[in-house]
């Protein structure tokens, strides 16, 4: 069975199959072997002993490496880069195919904070290609009763924890079906860890979807209504314009509101009792000045020239404002 190995390899482009092939047959030559892709079966008959013995494969997980285009997996996490934990989920996609593209997105979420886990998944979701994968694990609820899932979009996979962190993307792109991630079959082992669900589910079962499993194959299909939402207030008009709150506060201290970008009108920010100008670029106050502008992201944003709106205002996640025209 050894000398046919690398032949079989060949064909579907992956050392996993390694693992996969789990056939104990003795006496067979590469003469007694008939290897049907398509079908997902080697045939292997021993004249020694006058029998056919028909294989079936669990290849058919894995159908996509040689049938479908891969796609892009996306991580995101709140694991920072100090620990071997991005790693291992690295190891755990790189088990299942090697050859996928993988894409950090960012490890530097603030631990277990949900709000900034969904800003930047909004945030960087409209960037890439359509079937991309995206792997998210800010999960302080793991080992939990909290749902494992996979939601398809009309643009992409969501694959992560339900608690809601999703909700900005769903916003934008509705889901079109979900499943719970409860077939261990695909996971990294029947036994996940009760606390490293991102190795164990999230990590498998992304690049099983971005090698082109199907979502059904992978857990039992759930009502998307039935997805925790994570949701904030709706900016609301106030006799001066519209009051919102912060959704997100960057590394640069740089604090995004909930309002989108505003067109055609003069405005100013009220927030932290004081009113801020509004303006194109950092540099159109003074260093050390506050200004309002319109983010890359397309979002209102409150900044220090040269410094941190977070400290200077005293600003924090969800901190009241008003845009006043």
Same mark, same amino acid.
């Given at each position: 069975m050894l000398q046919i190995l690398p032949q079989i390899l060949a064909m579907v482009g992956s050392s996993r199959f390694q693992d996969i092939l789990t056939i104990s047959v003795h006496n067979?030559?590469?003469?007694?072997?008939?290897?049907?892709?398509?079908?997902?079966?080697?045939?292997?008959?021993?004249?020694?002993?006058?029998?056919? /013995?028909? #294989?079936? *494969?669990?290849? %058919?997980?894995?159908?996509?490496?040689? @049938? =479908?285009?891969?796609?892009?997996?996306?991580?995101?996490?709140?694991?920072?880069?100090?620990?071997?934990?991005?790693?291992?989920?690295?190891?755990?996609?790189?088990?299942?195919?090697?050859?996928? /593209?993988? #894409?950090? *997105?960012?490890? %530097?979420?603030?631990?277990?904070?949900? @709000? =900034?886990?969904?800003?930047?998944?909004?945030?960087?979701?409209?960037?890439?290609p359509p079937g991309t994968v995206h792997v998210a694990v800010v999960d302080p609820g793991v080992g939990s009763k909290r749902r494992a899932i996979a939601i398809e979009t009309a643009d992409s996979y969501l694959v992560g924890p339900d608690n809601g962190i999703f909700s900005g993307v769903l916003n934008n792109s509705p889901p079109q079906a979900a499943i719970e991630l409860d077939n261990p079959d695909y996971w990294r082992s029947q036994s996940a860890s009760t606390t490293f669900h991102g190795r164990d589910i999230f990590a498998p079962i992304g690049a099983y979807l971005a090698s082109g499993t199907p979502m059904q194959r992978l857990g039992s299909t759930i009502d998307p209504a039935t997805l925790i939402r994570l949701d904030l207030p709706q900016p609301q008009p106030t006799p001066a314009g519209l009051k919102g709150c912060i959704q997100y506060l960057d590394r640069f201290g740089n604090a995004i509101a909930n309002i989108p970008a505003i067109a055609g009108k003069s405005w100013t920010v009220a927030i932290s009792d004081r009113l801020i100008p509004s303006g194109t670029t950092y540099s159109d106050v003074c260093v050390g000045e506050p200004i309002a502008l319109i983010g890359s992201h397309g979002w209102v944003e409150i900044a220090v020239n040269g410094g941190s709106a977070q400290s200077e205002l005293q600003l924090d996640w969800r901190s009241p404002l008003e845009v006043r025209f």
């Open positions: 067979i030559t590469p003469e007694c072997c008939n290897f049907n892709l398509h079908s997902s079966k080697i045939t292997l008959f021993s004249p020694r002993v006058a029998i056919v /013995t028909e #294989i079936l *494969l669990q290849f %058919d997980k894995l159908r996509g490496y040689a @049938m =479908a285009e891969q796609r892009i997996i996306t991580l995101s996490s709140d694991f920072g880069l100090q620990d071997v934990y991005v790693g291992v989920m690295k190891g755990a996609i790189a088990r299942v195919n090697p050859t996928l /593209t993988v #894409i950090d *997105l960012t490890h %530097d979420i603030p631990p277990q904070n949900l @709000m =900034a886990a969904r800003f930047c998944l909004l945030n960087a979701h409209p960037y890439f």
